[in-house]
């Protein structure tokens, strides 16, 4: 391509967007992908309405469809996007499903006659989408989001592009923990499981629901597309439910115990500041050594490091490396234990999220020449012993924000 293929989907989309609701430029576009490229009308609606992500599409289907725009819009984006080597190799193609051979064989364990689970990894998943059998079933899946444009709307899949990007940039770490994709496999398909070699046997079928895990699937498709020897292993579930049992199951996944957004972030441990929360615990010459934990009587864990992680890494823009954790961790050490040998009450004390937030932000603040046994110790302790002064609107959650640091210093000027 002439230019990034991610500035390509993004005009799409817009295009799209535009065209969604205008039956005539619609109807116009699904004849063209049909005529011309042999792409079904109903794939065509699902692109136009975001049910098929753009970018979890091969580079025929794109040029087919921005060829296709051109026409019904009058315009000649395709030699702006594409080389002519490219529209003279897409030009004429059409539209071929790969045939994926069967029976398809996977090794599972069979959990009832309804469910089993296995192991698979991408290039699997990859062959199963490039031969089409993979799809969202809007019925039978999370609620859509709905899009109102005047007195029309229509529906389209709800995704979070931050976790997509999360997950894929975990998968390039090799830090992500492989977890469960569902599968299920339609009523009209055939199947049998063979118990002595523990593998389910699918004899013939249109194609599998993706009932769970859709943002892993979009993470896997789009860094395929960008990396296409990307492989990673993952756990499969396959099911064959109804679409009652479908949304059932959904539901049942979603009443997972939910922790607090703040206790979920500390079990990160890509996360800079929980590594130094981690190794300051562990720090044998701190003098609150193994009082910092997520059940502590004395320093919560996950507010330490949301503080750290807010102060030092966001604010300082502290680069996340080896050095800098360690860095910051000695720093803290050192300070803590100046302002805890200054005031020896504060060893022995349950400490509240406004004293952390006012004791690591002064840390920060007071970060040269640091001498606790001087006005430093003085100005910590006595901003310690006036966090009832501090707004309560301000600090009505326990997220660490800029208007938190404006408040203590709006304090420690009365």
């Known amino acids: 391509m002439l230019k990034p293929r991610e500035e390509l989907t993004t005009y799409l989309r817009k295009k799209c967007n535009s065209i969604v609701l205008v039956k005539r430029e619609f109807v116009e576009l699904s004849r063209i992908m049909l005529e011309e490229h042999n792409i079904p009308t109903s794939m065509t609606s699902d692109l136009v309405n975001d049910r098929i992500v753009l970018n979890d599409t091969t580079d025929f289907i794109l040029f087919a469809l921005t060829k296709s725009l051109d026409e019904v819009l009058k315009v000649n984006k395709t030699k702006e996007f594409f080389t002519d080597l490219e529209i003279s190799g897409y030009i004429n193609m059409k539209l071929e499903t790969p045939k994926f ?167 990160n441990m890509n996360n800079p500041a929980n590594l130094v929360c981690e190794r300051l615990n562990k720090d044998i010459m701190f003098n609150l050594k193994g009082k910092v934990t997520r059940n502590s009587d004395y320093i919560d864990f996950a507010e330490l490091a949301s503080i750290i992680d807010f102060i030092y890494f966001k604010t300082l823009k502290r680069e996340n490396t080896t050095a800098s954790i360690i860095e910051i961790e000695k720093e803290l050490c050192k300070k803590f234990n100046y302002l805890t040998e200054y005031d020896t009450s504060l060893l022995e004390k349950r400490y509240s999220f406004k004293e952390l937030i006012i004791i690591i932000y002064m840390f920060s603040k007071l970060a040269n020449g640091y001498d606790a046994s001087t006005k430093a110790g003085e100005i910590i302790t006595g901003l310690i012993n006036r966090t009832d002064e501090l707004d309560k609107r301000v600090f009505a959650t326990k997220q660490p924000k800029k208007s938190m640091l404006n408040n203590i210093d709006k304090l420690r000027k009365i």
Not at 210 to 239: K, T
């Open 101 to 267: 051979e069967f029976p398809i064989e996977i090794k599972c364990i069979r959990v009832d006659a309804t469910q089993y689970i296995g192991a698979t990894d991408v290039k699997f998943l990859m062959q199963l989408r490039n031969a089409g059998l993979i799809s969202y079933n809007a019925n039978a899946q999370r609620t859509m989001q709905r899009v109102v444009r005047g007195e029309k709307s229509y529906y389209k899949i709800a995704l979070n592009k931050k976790a997509i990007a999360q997950i894929r940039e975990s998968f390039r770490s090799e830090t992500y923990i492989p977890n469960t994709i569902t599968l299920n496999i339609p009523e009209d398909s055939t199947f049998h499981y063979n118990a002595i070699s523990n593998t389910l046997v699918i004899e013939s079928l249109d194609h599998f629901d993706i009932s769970d895990g859709y943002h892993r699937y979009m993470a896997m498709c789009q860094e395929v597309d960008s990396n296409p020897d990307f492989n990673y292993q993952m756990e499969l579930r396959l099911i064959s439910f109804d679409e009652n049992r479908v949304k059932q199951f959904i539901f049942q996944e979603d009443q997972k115990t939910q922790m607090k957004r703040i206790d979920s972030a500390s079990m």
